[in-house]
């Protein structure tokens, strides 16, 4: 009988440890190196205060004690990953890494835990990296071989680095393909498997943004397979292309609000005559929740030229050129008709931030010359 070697209780018969602890451990190191990510920019920020946070949220990730300095370098290094232009450090960063070796941050000093870090940290440079075969790649699968990590134990960094990098590259101007097929590759090399990516979610969301970039680019996006005899496909006309399909969508109807919601801002990506809207931006938007008629739940198609919605003795559609404006919430999205100026439809789909990106860009080509 194996203990479990985080919460240190009784894990099974060959069993090293409990699969939720693994996971509570991956997610919390990824978390903790971010926390440190998203301080090291401010002008407060110290060692010493820094580590006094991490310390109690530590205990409750199983992440021990004596790996925190590495946490701590390890997160300064993603803090400056925007920066790094085809593997070149900055003057910035270069002055900063000489200031962490200099308080002991040495590879010849490393322990376990600094090894993990730094592979941490390494491996979301190579997952960031937007050249496919990046040499950031190759470095890790060596610094691997000779950490003395397991393989389970690789996989446990490696994966939540991948993560990271799929959330920052969403967080900044959106996935474009290029960047797509560089996490992929990533992937493949360290043969992360699909079941494992979308563990929470994240292969999903950069299928996701790789469909906004096409859409935005002019093309149909052809991502999701689909089921035969989908019931919202079925409305759709012969000069339509079915994009993305979704189940259990609530549909809701009632009067505009008479103060219009607070401007959502976007971002000037590249490649990109619109603008871009990071999940971010959708965290805090709430639909409007009182005097609201409650429709039909149902199935929602979103379509080249049309949303498509059908629920129990309910079908109908509405045309994206029909939509004087779309307004994004953080789980769905709200169309204002054309022939109803004051009253206004909202899909809830659990999904704002790609369904409101992907309709607005649809219903931009239509209108393209």
Known sequence: ???????????????????????????????????????SGRPDFTQRRMLRILDGL???????????PAVLAAGWHLSDLNRMVDDVLTQSETARLREFRDD????????????????LAAAARAALAIRQRSPRIERVSNFLQRSGLSHEEGRELLLPAWETAVTRQLGDVGI?????????YYARHFDLDDAELDHNGMLRQLVQGAAIAESAAGLVPQRMNFPQGAPASALLRR??????LFDDVECCLGQLPPEPSPTITGVAAPGRDLPYYRPQSFV?????????????????????????????????????????HWEP???????????????????RNGDGWFIYNLTRNLTRNLAAP
């Open 104 to 119: 002991g941050h040495h590879p010849a000093s490393e322990t376990p835990g600094d090894r993990g870090a730094s592979i």
């Open 329 to 347: 919430y953080h789980d769905g999205i709200g169309a204002v008709p054309r022939a109803q100026p004051n009253r206004l439809v909202v899909f």
């Open 284 to 324: 805090d938007r709430q639909a409007p929740d009182q005097g609201w008629e409650f429709v039909a739940r149902g199935q929602l198609a979103v379509a080249s030229e049309h949303l498509h919605f059908r629920g129990p003795g309910l079908s109908f559609r509405l045309a994206h050129g029909s939509v004087v």
């Open 239 to 244: 000069s339509e292309q079915l994009v993305w």
């Open 1 to 39: 009988m194996g203990h479990c070697r985080y919460c240190g209780h009784r894990a099974g018969w060959l069993r090293s440890s409990h699969r939720q602890c693994a996971a509570t451990y991956r997610q919390g190191l990824a978390q903790l190196v971010d926390l440190v990510a998203a301080a």
């Open 176 to 184: 474009d393909l290029d960047r797509e097929a560089a996490l992929l």
């Open 58 to 68: 530590a205990q409750q990730c199983y992440v021990p004690i004596e790996y925190l």
